[in-house]
């Protein structure tokens, strides 16, 4: 270990390095675990963090929220379908609204809601519930307790929405990465004849369900599904992770993690075969006066672990302020099983890619020494 | 120079790790541009196929295709801007669409378009209701020419006519119909989102060539109604792709300044390694400017096969990738950046060894260091 550190301290340029090196890809892996977690939250945040824990989706809505339109005969099946205690409509859709005085018109995702307990968001991070129409909860981040938000129209009026009040706040409660209000089913209405004159019936994008007590709600979405071919019941989880769009991201970020879960234990890998090849007349050195070949490889691990441990330290200081910005509209957060589990992963396979280096250590023959060929 | 390339031909195996490292972070890179590429050819495409010098959005919609809602009135405005050589309304409607053979919750999601205005991407709008072209991407769905889909709640139906390429849009495949089309399916199936004869989404403009500041024209004449852009401001308009290649390209960016601390690492190493050789060389009379063009020499041809096979990889997986699954693309544009970003990255990497070869005393190799 002793000889470990010297030569570390000695080759300060060299380990600095490689440290760095490994830092960046720890400080990228865990950047854009980061994002991937922001970025689905950003997408689905809303639909898991509302209360009806089964949504009702017609079949044609692709499990699109604002795609879905549920007639009223699909209604009325859904309602009587066995098991149910409650359900309620619900409504959404994106609107162009302006919020408080600011100049610049923005995006709001609005849900509507005729039941508070099949559609409001269920913990609130700040402010209250919203009691009556004009008041919403809104997404946090994207609103502030205190907001007032107008829909506009296509002549940039609104027409008798009047004004929305934000009276409570939800953390990670967005939906296609847009600022997002929960608010009475009265509310939503208004939204969409303000945004577009021209509309006719408004009909609800799902229908929130909770099951009677004592059913799984899984089992009462399978009656739902079973009761309509038209009907696409999900449990409020299932909803969420099914959104489409989250399994390809996921599908995507999963190559780009296995490539840099290659790279890190290959460029460690390298760096310590080199090393070990540089020093092998030393080496054979060190064994030909009794050093044990099980100290030199000891010791070759311990610097493994040290360059390892080193860029894990780097990686996880430069993502920590990294991971309380925002890129946009989606939230980043420091994400402790993501650091805990690439940690150990990439620990693991830097002590794996140090075998070959090992594997020459343990070859090295004391005899070389007297003959000249430790040093090729 | 040539014993670099003895030294590369000679003793392949020095530098074999750290071809495949490259390789890993070549194939890292390609792939990174490569879905970035398919996610916007498959988010932009119905917006490039219009081929217009502008396209104008209503101004409260946000540049929004479906929240966008243009009038007749404003039509006219637009139409009568000098410089306006011809105008095409626009209009979309996203829904599932059902395809025979398919099990009843098997629905594929689509975009219908309803449009005017032909252009080199897309034909002439079919002239009877009930008809569409539809994006080449549906054909994996099962779609041939003259099948009957049937898209929304109220299953209405669309008979294909034909086929185009490259027309997607949010992702989805796309059909393209007339406007009575359009709006005859809009009504059926989103009544909250229903269209009145002459209303449209947004205007396809084309303009004469010497019309310069005809956004701001049309945009006035339309009493600031209107937002119009440039097909690269619409393109940057739709939801998430700005995010996106932003996203993409400090991914890309911090992968590139890996590479170069990769090479930097490798050849500073190998040039540790050498340092007694070089020193007899320069005692021989070799300049440090050969023997530094020595090592670029080798790493450009490292750096180089690695983008090679990186490329390879990119263009099977390219190959391979069934369509709809993950988006990706891999374009000449795309390998060849890449494969100039990796060789930049490696010159870079490089230069960090020169300060060690310029350091080298020859009279080190004769013993008069000692």
Redesign the interface.
């Known amino acids: 270990m002793f000889l470990a550190l010297k030569e570390m301290r000695r080759a300060k340029v060299?380990f600095g390095?490689?440290i760095?090196?490994t830092g960046?890809?720890v400080?990228?892996i865990l950047a854009?675990q980061a994002?991937q977690t922001g970025l689905i939250t950003s997408f689905i945040g809303a639909i898991e963090k509302q209360s009806a824990p089964v949504l009702v989706y017609?079949?044609?809505?692709?499990r699109?929220l604002q795609?879905s339109?549920i007639?009223p005969a699909l209604e009325q099946k859904i309602r009587s379908t066995e098991g149910i205690e409650k359900s309620g409509r619900i409504g959404q859709?994106?609107?162009?609204v302006k919020v408080n005085d600011d100049e610049e018109?923005?995006?709001a995702a609005i849900i509507g809601y005729t039941d508070p307990d099949l559609g409001e968001p269920d913990q609130l991070s700040a402010g209250r519930a919203a009691r009556g129409p004009g008041e919403a909860v809104g997404s946090a981040p994207g609103f502030e307790v205190g907001d007032t938000v107008r829909v506009?129209?296509?002549?940039?009026g609104s027409r008798g929405t009047g004004e929305i009040r934000v009276v409570g706040l939800a953390d990670d409660a967005q939906l296609?990465?847009t600022p997002t209000l929960f608010t009475g089913w009265s509310g939503y209405v208004a939204s969409?004849k303000s945004?577009?004159p021209?509309?006719?019936?408004?009909?609800p994008s799902a229908i929130g369900v909770a099951p009677v007590a004592g059913l799984d709600p899984a089992a009462l979405a399978e009656r739902i599904n079973d009761a309509s071919?038209?009907a696409?019941a999900l449990p409020r989880q299932v909803a969420a992770d099914e959104s489409?769009?989250v399994a390809?991201v996921r599908?995507?970020f999963q190559?780009?993690f296995l490539?840099?879960g290659?790279?890190v234990p290959?460029?460690t890998?390298?760096?310590f075969?080199?090393?070990t090849l540089?020093k092998s007349a030393s080496l054979t050195l060190l064994r030909a006066v009794g050093a044990q070949s099980g100290l030199l490889v000891r010791s070759l691990m311990f610097q493994v672990v040290l360059v390892i441990g080193g860029g894990l330290a780097v990686g996880i200081a430069l993502y920590t302020p990294l991971s309380q910005a925002r890129?946009?509209e989606?939230k980043l957060s420091f994400d402790v099983s993501a650091v805990l589990i690439w940690s150990v992963l990439l620990l693991g396979l830097g002590l794996l890619s140090a075998v070959v280096s090992a594997r020459r250590v343990l070859k090295i023959d004391p005899i070389e020494a007297t003959t000249g060929e430790g040093g090729r | 120079m040539s014993l670099s390339l003895k030294e590369l031909r000679r003793r392949p195996g020095r530098f074999g790790v750290a071809t495949v490292i490259l390789t890993l972070i070549a194939i890292l890179l390609m792939f990174l541009g490569g879905l970035l590429d398919g996610l916007t050819a498959g988010n932009t495409g119905a917006i490039r196929a219009q081929q217009a010098d502008l396209i104008v959005y209503s101004s409260t919609s946000q540049d929004s295709l479906v929240r966008s809602r243009i009038e007749p009135e404003q039509e006219k405005q637009v139409a009568a801007v000098e410089g306006v050589s011809g105008v095409g309304e626009l209009g979309s409607v996203q829904l599932g669409a059902r395809i025979d053979g398919k099990g009843p919750r098997d629905l594929v999601p689509v975009v219908l378009f309803g449009y005017q205005a032909a252009s080199e991407g897309l034909p002439e709008p079919p002239t009877r209701p009930g008809e569409a072209w539809a994006d080449a991407t549906l054909k994996a769905e099962g779609v041939e020419q003259g099948d009957t889909v049937r898209v929304g709640p109220a299953r209405s139906t669309i008979k294909v006519l034909g086929f185009v390429d490259d027309t997607r849009y949010a992702g989805q495949s796309t059909l393209w119909a007339s406007l009575r089309t359009w709006r005859m399916v809009q009504n059926e199936n989103r009544p909250d989102a229903r269209v009145t004869p002459g209303i449209s989404q947004a205007l396809v403009v084309q303009s004469s060539p010497d019309a310069s500041g005809l956004a701001g024209r049309i945009d006035e004449a339309t009493d600031g109604f209107t937002s119009s852009l440039t097909e690269s401001e619409a393109i940057d308009a739709l939801p998430g792709v700005a995010a996106q290649e932003s996203v993409f390209n400090q991914i890309i960016g911090l992968t590139v300044l890996i590479a170069i601390i990769v090479v930097a690492l490798f050849f500073a190493l190998i040039t540790v390694e050498r340092i007694g050789l070089y020193g007899v060389l320069k005692a021989l009379g070799a300049g440090s400017g050969r023997l530094f063009a020595g090592v670029l020499l080798q790493a450009v041809i490292v750096t180089a096969i690695a983008c090679a096979i990186g490329a390879l990889a990119a263009l099977a997986l390219d190959a391979v990738v069934p369509a709809g699954s993950i988006p990706f693309t891999a374009t000449g544009a795309r390998l060849v950046d890449s494969t100039v970003f990796l060789l930049v990255a490696a010159l870079i990497g490089c230069a960090f060894s020169l300060r060690r070869v310029l350091r080298v005393d020859p009279a080190q190799a004769i013993g008069g260091g000692q």
């Open positions: 060299r390095l490689l760095s090196a960046l890809l400080l990228l854009q994002i017609s079949v044609d809505g692709q699109i795609g339109i007639t859709g994106t609107f162009t018109d923005s995006d506009l129209g296509p002549d940039g296609q990465v969409v945004a577009n021209d509309a006719g019936a408004i009909l071919q038209e696409d489409p769009g390809e599908q995507s190559v780009i490539l840099f290659l790279v290959l460029v890998g390298l760096f075969l080199i090393i540089q890129l946009g989606i």
